[in-house]
């Protein structure tokens, strides 16, 4: 089930959002790496304002390389960026006329660019 907002979705963590970032006093997320890059996407998404759309389609990417090049993220942390970027996706569909029918057109191509970009980080 997706959550509603971004408060939902780190009340399930237990991580509170301060005026100076968040809060993981009390979060169920203790990797310090998880931590920073939760505060990463987070900050990437509220602290920003408006954007045009290549930025926000930009930034969606980013959650993505988020979790998918960062080995010191443990999977509670992926969990917790993934939620985020659901949620952001969610947010740009709605305000994107023709996203979703982008991203079904597009999502073949852009497996096989993932699978070769992964393949040519990886530290094998």
Not at 19 to 25: A, M, Q, R, T, V
Not at 28 to 57: C, H
Not at 66 to 76: A, E, F, M
Request: hydrophobic share 35%; net charge positive; proline share 2%.
């Amino acid at each position: 089930m997706m959550k509603s907002n971004i408060d939902d979705i780190f009340s399930k963590y237990s991580i509170k959002i301060t005026k100076e970032g968040l809060d993981f006093s009390n979060s169920s997320v203790k990797n310090l790496a998880s931590q920073k890059v939760i505060q990463q996407a987070f900050g990437d998404m509220y602290k920003r304002g408006s954007m045009t759309p290549d930025v926000a389609l930009n930034l969606r990417s980013g959650l993505d390389d988020l979790v998918s090049y960062n080995i010191d993220i443990t999977p509670k942390g992926q969990a917790v960026v993934k939620q985020i970027r659901r949620y952001f996706d969610k947010i740009l569909k709605e305000n994107i006329e023709g996203l979703n029918d982008l991203d079904s057109k597009f999502a073949s191509s852009k497996r096989t660019y993932d699978a070769v970009k992964k393949d040519f980080y990886n530290r094998d």
